[in-house]
DNA sequence: TACCGGTACTTAGCAAGACCGAATAGCGCA
DNA sequence: TGCGCTATTCGGTCTTGCTAAGTACCGGTA
C-alpha cells in the first residue's frame, strides 16, 4: 500500500465497507477477501477488523455469531436501516467531492 | 464542514491544492479564498497554512517572498518538477480510488 | 494619536483514521 | 504433535485536519 493510498482511504473505507455489506451481509475475514479481489489488494486486516467494531458501536449494522466450520465463530455483520441512511450520507458527500476534484483536473490542463 | 467531509478530506486536500497550485503559483491567503469560490466553502485557514508547510517541506513546491500592499509579506508558491510528478501520482491513485468505489456503487443496486 | 478592520501568516494541542505486529482460538491434516 | 488456514482482538504509532489563539502589517476614521 502506498502512503498516499493509505491516507485517501480515510474517511472513504468506511463506506467502502458498508457499500460491500450493503445487501449481502458478511463477516470480517469474508470482507477483507472480497475487497482483495476488487482491487484493494493491501488493506490491513486489523483495520478492518478495527472499523467494523466502529461501526458496530454506531449502531449502523447488526451483528449475529455464527459458528463456523473451520475455525472460531464468526461475526456478521448487516446493513440496517440507520447503516442505508449513513451509506446514502456517504455517497452524497463522495459525490461532492470528486465533482470538485474534477473541476480541479480540467482547469488544471 | 460535516465530519464525514473532514474524513474524506484527509490525504485528498494536499493534492487539491497541489492541483489548484499547478500552472498558477499562489499564496496561503489567496488559495483559500479560491477553494473557498470553488465549493469548499469551509475548509479552515489555518489547516491550509499548515499544509503548505508541510509541501514546501517535503520539497513539492519552491517559496518565495512578496511584499504585499496591505499587510505582512506574502509567500507564494508554485509548484516544481517534483511537485508535477508527485499531482500525477495523485490523480493515478486518485483515479484508482474513484473507480473502485464506482464499481461498489454500481454493485449495490 | 488611537483604534478598528482587512490582509497574511504562525503555532500549540486535540481527535480521528489507518497501519503494523503480536496474541488468541478453533479446526483439519500429516 | 505441529503446521496451516480460518477468524478475531488489542496496543501502540504515524499522519492528517480542526480549533483557537496569537502575531504582524497596513489604511482609514474619529
Not at 502506498?2 to 485517501?8: S, Y
Not at 472499523?51 to 458496530?56: D, G, K, P, Y
Amino acid at each position: 500500500m502506498t502512503k498516499l493510498e493509505t491516507e485517501m482511504l480515510k474517511g472513504t473505507l468506511e463506506g467502502i465497507i458498508l457499500a460491500s455489506l450493503s445487501g449481502r451481509p458478511a463477516y470480517g475475514y469474508e470482507i477483507t477477501a472480497r475487497l482483495r479481489e476488487q482491487g484493494f489488494s493491501d488493506i490491513a486486516e486489523g483495520t478492518i477488523y478495527a472499523l467494523l467494531v466502529r461501526i458496530e458501536k454506531r449502531g449502523l449494522v447488526d451483528v449475529e455469531k455464527v459458528p463456523s466450520e473451520k475455525g472460531p465463530p464468526r461475526k456478521v455483520h448487516s446493513l440496517n436501516a440507520r447503516g442505508e441512511e449513513y451509506l446514502e450520507e456517504f455517497w452524497r458527500t463522495w459525490s461532492f467531492l470528486t465533482e470538485r476534484l474534477e473541476q480541479l483536473r480540467e482547469g488544471g490542463k
